[in-house]
């Protein structure tokens, strides 16, 4: 027992101690106020194995790939497989050529929806999605059903932030060709069932897609176990690069589908009125990747792996009940948004009442402290709650309590300046 | 501390002056900014080409408020040529705090609504001028409501 | 007169004093010998500039970008429109919101294909190409006419590597809609006659895209001038970072375009079942861009027009007509292909009799020296040749003459294994 | 100083052995790495589960071609299955140079071509014996010609 306790001990994050390896932590704002980041919902910060990572390619061997005889591009090409090897052990691919490197999640999504979704959803076919989606998890599958006259529904989100099964349950009798839906909402901060979720889909006949841009940096994410079918996150909100992210597919799906972008290294012979394709993944990789940002990616998968993507998740969701729990009693008036810390990342959506979000962001600011304010990209989902905007505060491995204490304070200061 | 929350700023955000509907207006918008979730519809009444009543209601952060306030007290009582010559910079000299990149839109909202509602209202005048005879009374309520291109 | 040749020859490019600026020159192979790059139409090397500009953007400043109200995000925002800004001088574009940030040219001319392509191409429309295109503007074309039931028609090239203009002419009579072509080869180095062609074209009624890849970090652009509607390039190939690039068009264009990916920031308002669109360029800017990446292409297009674009011009021309004079001369036996240095950029395509150049490139390998062996991504090209494969020298501002002979000597060397 | 251009790789790029047009093979493909522009055609005599004759055509690097040359060296007299049973490694060991990465694929080539030869004559085979009498002669040339998926 003791034992168990140490080793459990011993695998719990030292965020005080990894804040070091994140240089941007140690700048200061135009006032001398510390960085106090509470946005990584948006983009998280990059450690430095990330950071040096990107130098060392653009530094010491940038060169083109898969196609260079020659050390640099070998190197090169090396470095860029690696991180497609690294980000398939991330989410546990059952295989790297199962990884598509994308820019980001909307990039993916989109793939999907023109290339998957164009050849499979015809006349009348529904897609199922929710309520709480990102606008990237809901516009690109808008323009599809609209070019294919097909129906979107909606699995609706209850007062408390959780998406209503029930309901699910009676949309999958339409029986919809896809069901798209986020692992964890970035406003709400709800963590789907999504295990679940795909089982019902599955016994309804329909492939699933599982948006992770907000799951894959805070906790274990296995899509074997998961049983997905597409599954798709960004480089930049899990300590990698901008310009870095994936499509994951399983094989048989990615072989299938036609390529999107159309262009050098996707192809296997081309001739001036036809073409044929390469295998997968290059097959969507048109044209020169943004290897450097991979590498990246890369990078970031193998520091969360080291860190241990239980323990990531065990300190989130110690910060998120704690901060559920100081900032009502510290700021009067506060209203929250989202489940309870047990069914939540580390998100925490919030209003003061009477006082606009951009005017919080701002007054936040000058204490340096950084949060978002606005629709976050899902404004159906404000409107399902009537909100116009809100405040959302958001954290990560290097997210310190001692950050929620300051974020208290701030919000104490802008209510003082509205109400003085 | 705060240059941007300064008293006369919050003053106009509490209570906003020409707040409230305007019955009968002859030109009206309704401008949004979806960044932010500020939507501000602005009611004008011109006669002989004069502003002769303005109000505006709407929801927004303080900036936009303030601004829409401060710019209703500004443009009423004059000539639909002066306020169409006013240019961003005069509403930020109105507002007098000074603005970052990512608030601009939020004070300019005001504006830039005001704007819409005086050339949708040009654009109906040229329209009832030319199509003659008929019915064409120019005076009708123009409550020409759409989305801003802001 | 003496004057204007002290002017002229201040203006002149120091190969030697900028190498210092390209880290990755000092480095050496495993062999320990200094790195000859020469293959730099694949992609370039990068300045300190560029490499410290997105190691900046990671280490101080990382965030998000349009939706942040705190410093960091006005601070990446400032940058991140900074470099759009550059870009469109660098092209002499009329406003920097013609600029739209993609991951390179691939992705541009996809863009172009699927949003302007699908609403303006239609059964029986003729897009007319030339046989010299890269993959890249040639594939999307394919796909797009095998989904529209069009046609397309090519330039045929002239032995000497030049675009048969009277064939041209008479493709126009079939009144094409769009006539695209590469404004440099990356084979054959040709420099197309792209304003002239461009008043052909639009004679003839159809719009123009150009493929600037091989020409924006060669020679002076100038949009407005060439008349052209679309002009592509990539950050990667002109001293930027990978995952960076440039579609430009005109106002009017991009405006009536509809959006090609669909996600965050292209919207204006996002319901449900509809939504609608931001201004130009965002409407085509759909989730979190690749911010660091193109931060860095600004940088690059400052470092290009510091050098000033007719000085590089003048020293590629220059490499290339001693490339020209040296090979064959030292190099019994060598194949070159394409026309002479006054058409051409710094790009020398050959073969060695009875060698591969796959086993050209590796054996240069051992000497440092980089050269790219293939197809180089225009199958169609060499099928016109009627090549395999070919070996290819390409040049940029770090090249110097010294690199040009350390090739004569690597190829002579070829020559002695194969014929021991 | 050149690891891989030994004399005797060279010797077999230069002449290579089995080179030509076999008169009536039982099995051939034609395998091409069009990356490279690499491109060969296998030709096998399969008589009784053996190889009693094999040759190749096509072009390609010197590692290609040679790696051919010493393929059918190996494989002329062995019987199907022991060719079958040939991996990539067993071919790099008879190459008996190193291979860097970039040039696995031209090294494979000629393996990948004779693999995809056998599996599409035991596909035609399985289909003559499934479909019982008629003209089912398990012997007719087959010239399955087509793209290697490698
Ligand atoms: C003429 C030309 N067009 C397009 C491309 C494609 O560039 P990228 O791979 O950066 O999209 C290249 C690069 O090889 C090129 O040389
Ligand atoms: C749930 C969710 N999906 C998708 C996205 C889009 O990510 P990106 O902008 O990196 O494509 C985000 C990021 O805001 C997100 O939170």
Redesign the pocket.
Known sequence: MADLAATRAATRLDPHRLRTDFPILSTANRFGKPLVYLDSAATSLKPLAVIEAVDGYNREYSSNIHRGIYELAERATGAYEAARAKTARLINAPEPAEIVFVRNATEAINLVAYSWGRRNIGRGDTIVLTEMEHHANLVPWQLLVQEKDGDLEFVPVSDDGLLQLDVYEVLLHLRPKLVAFTHASNMLGTINPVRHMVEMAHAAGALVLIDGAQAVPHMPVDVQELGADFYVFSGHKMLGPTGSGALWARRELLEAMPPFMA??DMIREVHLRRSDWNEIPYKFEA??PDIAAEIGMGAAADYLLDLGLDAVRDHERELTRYALEVLPREVPGIELYGPAAEHRGGVVSFNLPGIHPHDVAQILDRSGICIRAGHHCTMPLHERFDLAASARASFNVYTIPEEIDALAIGLREVVRVFDR | MDDLYRDYILEHYRRPHNFGVLEAPTASYEGSNPLCGDRITMMLRLEDGVVRDVAFTGRGCAISQASASLLTDEIKGKTVEEVERMTPDDLLDLIGIEISPARLKCALLSLDTVAHALADDAAEQAEADGSASGAGSASGASSASGASSA
């Open positions: 262009g050098g044209g020169t």
